[in-house]
């Protein structure tokens, strides 16, 4: 194959996948993020933005209400899972968020959020399946996960107090990882409390 073949069709591809994070998450809303100090370690390249609140519909399944809810929740640090029904990892990691929803569910928002477009029952169905006994909400616009970058499945990221990003991650993780991850959410709350 010669050269320039190969790079047209590495460019192709690149444009291709690019068009396909657009179909999917569409373009992100200019003008609503704002840098913070960032945190380090983020391959996401989220941790230390903030974005202006933005409200999601919630299901009435186990451990969760039909209504809305701001994210990020003002005055509270906010945990966010982005998950979708069809991935197997997804359904893996619902056991280490139960046992992260039970150590820091006093402290946080604890949310998990799908762009599908599933009906109420059958994604209370698949709830109820796996365990969920926290807020789950609906993203099908998936404007709420181009802005914390919600993908790969599942993702998780916190948010402190102030709205500032202060942990991103991708993958399966364990209880311990994700509790560790909302602490610095946590910690980054108390700090600015304690500046006030």
């Given at each position: 194959?010669?050269?320039?073949d190969?790079?047209?069709?590495?460019g192709?591809?690149?444009?291709?996948?690019?068009?396909?994070?657009?179909?999917?998450?569409?373009?992100p809303?200019?003008?609503?993020?704002?840098?913070?100090e960032?945190?380090?370690?983020?391959?996401?390249?989220?941790?230390?933005?903030?974005?202006?609140?933005?409200?999601?519909?919630?299901?009435?399944?186990?451990g969760?209400?039909?209504?809305?809810?701001?994210?990020?929740?003002?005055?509270?640090?906010?945990?966010?899972?982005?998950?979708?029904?069809?991935?197997?990892?997804?359904?893996?990691?619902?056991?280490?968020?139960?046992?992260?929803?039970?150590?820091?569910?006093?402290?946080?928002?604890?949310?998990?959020?799908?762009?599908e477009?599933?009906?109420?029952?059958?994604?209370?169905?698949?709830?109820?399946?796996?365990?969920?006994?926290?807020?789950?909400?609906?993203?099908?616009?998936?404007?709420?996960?181009s802005?914390?970058?919600?993908?790969?499945?599942?993702?998780?990221?916190?948010?402190?107090?102030?709205?500032?990003?202060?942990?991103?991650?991708?993958?399966?993780?364990?209880?311990?990882?994700?509790?560790?991850?909302?602490?610095?959410?946590?910690?980054?709350?108390?700090?600015?409390?304690?500046?006030?």
């Amino acid at each position: 194959m010669r050269r320039r073949d190969l790079l047209a069709g590495l460019g192709s591809a690149g444009v291709i996948a690019g068009g396909g994070a657009i179909a999917a998450f569409g373009v992100p809303s200019p003008g609503t993020v704002t840098e913070q100090e960032d945190d380090g370690g983020d391959s996401s390249g989220i941790v230390g933005k903030q974005h202006d609140p933005y409200e999601i519909e919630t299901v009435d399944a186990p451990g969760s209400e039909a209504g809305t809810v701001r994210v990020p929740t003002p005055d509270r640090p906010t945990f966010i899972d982005f998950f979708a029904t069809w991935c197997s990892p997804c359904i893996k990691q619902m056991d280490a968020l139960a046992t992260a929803h039970e150590r820091v569910s006093d402290e946080v928002v604890f949310l998990s959020v799908t762009t599908e477009s599933i009906s109420d029952a059958e994604l209370r169905d698949w709830w109820a399946k796996h365990d969920g006994n926290w807020t789950i909400g609906l993203d099908p616009t998936a404007e709420l996960t181009s802005r914390y970058w919600g993908t790969p499945y599942p993702s998780a990221v916190s948010i402190d107090a102030t709205g500032t990003v202060r942990w991103s991650e991708t993958g399966i993780k364990t209880a311990d990882e994700l509790v560790a991850g909302i602490e610095r959410a946590l910690e980054a709350s108390e700090s600015a409390s304690e500046a006030e």
